[in-house]
């Protein structure tokens, strides 16, 4: 059987990723589950197109909730990807693909200029530092790369700027939900894009702990 690389996504468009890139068989044809999903992701879960989140170091608790959610139908802001991806990942292989992700290594942080290019206005990673933390969101969101690995909440630095854009967009829009209670959402929602920028490129550009 072929072991999959990261390689494999990149002449690949994003439908391929979606579905198309594997047959009726499904994983069948992959020697292991995660194999799958290392089309989009990378097989060490350090994705290469931004679109496409990283998901090394995550902790599987995290990993393996967001599975069940686009499973479910609670988790729908992909475009329908993953809604897709997830009816080929059986049940039972769920916490193995969580388990495999969260132990690869963590990401690099990005360049400053890398993100630059992917954010609208012009980015002061201390000023989203400043706002990032007087807004409470480091008590949750750690920058620690030793979080507990039951963790349902993500590791948000060092993840690629323009997927990091694209979820506050969506929380902003209401197209994903902020988990019931926690005030993320409403803070979120008072910040200027230019302030949601600069946020983005604290969290993009810096190394986890």
Request: some cysteine; hydrophobic content about 35%.
């Amino acid at each position: 059987m072929r072991r999959l690389s990261w390689v494999a996504c990149l002449p690949l468009s994003t439908m391929l990723c979606a579905g198309a890139a594997y047959s009726s068989t499904g994983l069948a044809e992959y020697e292991k589950p995660w194999e799958l999903c290392g089309l989009c992701h990378s097989l060490d879960g350090n994705s290469v197109m931004p679109k496409f989140p990283r998901l090394a170091g995550q902790p599987a608790g995290y990993i393996e909730k967001q599975l069940t959610d686009f499973s479910t139908g609670t988790r729908t802001n992909d475009g329908g990807q993953m809604s897709a991806i997830v009816t080929e990942v059986s049940s039972a292989n769920v916490s193995a693909i969580a388990q495999w992700f969260s132990s690869q290594p963590h990401p690099p942080p990005a360049k400053a200029h890398e993100v630059a290019n992917s954010v609208e206005n012009s980015i002061d990673p201390a000023k989203g530092e400043l706002l990032f933390k007087d807004a409470g969101c480091d008590q949750c969101h750690s920058d620690s790369s030793s979080v507990a690995a039951e963790s349902l909440i993500p590791l948000l630095h060092s993840q690629h700027a323009q997927y990091l854009s694209k979820q506050l967009s969506d929380f902003r829009k209401g197209d994903r939900t902020h988990a019931t209670g926690l005030p993320g959402a409403d803070f979120i929602n008072s910040l200027t894009q230019i302030e949601l920028d600069h946020i983005v490129s604290y969290l993009a550009t810096t190394h986890r702990q």
